[in-house]
Nanobody, 127 residues
Framework: VQLQASGGGLVHAGDSLRLSCAAS????????LGWFRQAPEKAREFVAA????????YYARSAKGRFTLSRDNAKNTVDLQMNSLKPEDTALYHC?????????????????????WGKGTQVTVSS
C-alpha cells in the first residue's frame, strides 16, 4: 500500500486546513493510521491517530480541541481537520500506517511502530 498526504499550504494564524491521506494498492481498512509532523531542526512528533474502524481517536495535547481525525474506509482516506492554526503548527506533516492488524488505540503512536509512510505535505502558519 502507498500513502499520499495532501492539503497543506500557507495560512494565517487562526485559519483552518484539511489534510488528507489517500491510500492505494493494498491493505488499509484494517489498520490504524497516524499523523506526525516535523518542524525544521526538531524531532518528529506525534499529532493524532485513528483506529482501523474510525471509532477511536487519540490526539497529542497540542492538537486536542483543535484537530479532528476522520476516515472513510470505502474511499481509503483519512482526513485531519485542523482549526485555529498557530505558527507553532508549522511543519511537514506525514501520515503513516500502524504495523499491527486492528490494533486498539490507547495512547499516542510512535514512529517505530509505523510500517508505511507517505510523503509529507507542508503546513506553514504565519502570525
Amino acid at each position: 500500500v502507498q500513502l499520499q498526504a495532501s492539503g497543506g499550504g500557507l495560512v494565517h494564524a487562526g485559519d483552518s486546513l484539511r489534510l488528507s491521506c489517500a491510500a492505494s494498492g493494498g491493505a488499509f481498512s484494517n489498520y490504524g493510521l497516524g499523523w506526525f509532523r516535523q518542524a525544521p531542526e526538531k524531532a518528529r512528533e506525534f499529532v493524532a491517530a485513528i483506529s482501523w474502524s474510525g471509532r477511536t481517536t487519540y490526539y497529542a495535547r497540542s492538537a486536542k480541541g483543535r484537530f479532528t481525525l476522520s476516515r472513510d474506509n470505502a474511499k481509503n482516506t483519512v482526513d485531519l481537520q485542523m482549526n485555529s492554526l498557530k505558527p507553532e503548527d508549522t511543519a511537514l506533516y506525514h501520515c503513516a500506517r500502524h504495523r499491527a492488524f486492528r490494533m486498539i488505540i490507547a495512547g499516542p503512536m510512535v514512529p517505530g511502530d509505523m510500517d508505511i509512510w507517505g510523503k509529507g505535505t507542508q503546513v506553514t502558519v504565519s502570525s
